[in-house]
Nanobody, 120 residues
Framework: VQLQASGGGLVQAGGSLRLSCAAS????????MGWYRQAPGKQRELVAS???????NYAGSVKGRFTISRDNAKNTVYLQMNSLKLEDTAVYYC???????????????WGQGTLVTVSS
């Protein structure tokens, strides 16, 4: 299972960005999908997650500003980020809990990370 993230970039504070992460390969099923981020000098933290049934969970710092969604037909998860703040600057990683076709157990997969830089 491979994850390809895209959509990062440089944006001014108050602006918006949309991240995408597509899962590909020999996939039987995908359970939870999510986004994490890691700012310089800080630990990686959960930003948002979404279950296969569409139930969402957000970090308190992004609630009301970010929206996570998924397209199950495309094996893709999105993160719409609005009202971006300087403190949102980080490398964003997508995370997928998936069962490969040649396995019976779910495994956790990570995307390569995409940099989001918010400027003043």
């Amino acid at each position: 299972v491979q994850l390809q993230a895209s959509g990062g970039g440089l944006v001014q504070a108050g602006g918006s960005l949309r991240l995408s992460c597509a899962a590909s390969g020999s996939i039987f099923s995908i359970n939870d999908m999510g986004w994490y981020r890691q700012a310089p000098g800080k630990q990686r933290e959960l930003v948002a997650s979404i279950t296969s049934g569409g139930r969402t969970n957000y970090a308190g710092s992004v609630k009301g500003r970010f929206t996570i969604s998924r397209d199950n037909a495309k094996n893709t998860v999105y993160l719409q980020m609005n009202s971006l703040k300087l403190e949102d600057t980080a490398v964003y990683y997508c995370n997928v809990d998936a069962v490969p076709r040649d396995d019976i157990w779910a495994h956790t997969y990570w995307g390569q990370g995409t940099l989001v830089t918010v400027s003043s």
